[in-house]
């Protein structure tokens, strides 16, 4: 049962350093997702990527933070210099080449605690 | 610019009674999709409707039943005889349906918070 796959569940940074989330998606799907989630709020999307491509990242924010799907292995978002406000649930999602319905299947998140 | 709103910020029933969680959304797309999720406590996102804007019929799905007015932009969501299994928080979300790049973009309301008492 080879779904959305996201490690580490939980994290744990102080501030200053860097963390870096990965992401598999379900096999064969070539398309994915992150989103974060603030504490108490909805998902908001961040960066949506195609092998070693990145289509979307207007959720990004300008500084820090960067993702990647290299051709092989999992996809990395990765946080330089965390701070405080960093603390939120990353998900990550994958969706088929030809997925147009726009069902996402979303991995069970990575909670990223920064002191 | 896209939109979701869901009012109600927490919901606290009793087991066995009826629920509906609202949903209200913008968009200046003649064709999009709503979507419902389902987050439990444990944490991760369910996936329970999709519907597409051309698609007003409303669905049942066991005890889940989904209400969707184009005229109030609307896609409600209706848990009959609630179970405290029920529990969790409830998202809706909008898409934009001219695919490409948009298509795994989801907006996503704020969440209503579901609690069933036993």
């Known amino acids: 049962n080879a779904g959305v796959m996201q490690n580490p569940r939980h994290l744990v940074r102080r501030r200053g350093q860097e963390a870096r989330l990965r992401c598999s998606p379900v096999?064969?799907?070539?398309?994915v997702y992150w989103y974060r989630q603030l504490p108490e709020e909805g998902l908001k999307f961040m960066v949506y990527?195609?092998?070693?491509?990145?289509?979307?990242e207007s959720g990004m924010p300008k500084e820090r933070f960067s993702a990647e799907f290299p051709k092989e292995g999992p996809s990395i978002l990765r946080i330089q210099q965390v701070v405080r406000g960093d603390s939120a649930a990353y998900f990550c999602?994958?969706?088929?080449?030809?997925?147009?319905?726009?069902?996402?299947?979303f991995g069970e998140g990575s909670r990223l605690t920064v002191l | 610019a896209q939109k979701v709103t869901q009012a109600q910020t927490e919901i606290s029933v009793v087991e066995k009674e009826d629920v509906t969680l609202d949903c209200v959304y913008e968009?200046?797309?003649?064709?999009?999709?709503l979507f419902w999720y389902k987050q439990p406590p444990s944490g991760e996102l369910v996936f329970l409707i999709r519907?597409?804007?051309?698609?007003?019929q409303n669905e049942i799905s066991g005890r889940y039943s989904w209400n969707f007015q184009k005229s109030t932009s609307s896609f409600n969501f209706t848990i009959t005889a609630s179970q405290v299994v029920d529990s969790a928080v409830y998202f809706c979300?909008?898409?934009?349906?001219?695919?490409?790049?948009?298509?795994?973009?989801?907006?996503f309301g704020q969440g209503t918070i579901l609690t069933v008492h036993p």
């Open positions: 999602a994958s969706s088929p080449p030809n997925g147009n319905t726009g069902e996402l299947f």
């Open positions: 096999k064969g799907h070539s398309h």
């Open positions: 990527l195609q092998k070693e491509n990145i289509i979307d």
């Open positions: 968009t200046r797309d003649t064709t999009y999709y």
């Open positions: 519907r597409n804007s051309f698609d007003e």
């Open positions: 979300a909008l898409r934009r349906g001219a695919g490409g790049t948009s298509y795994g973009k989801l907006t």
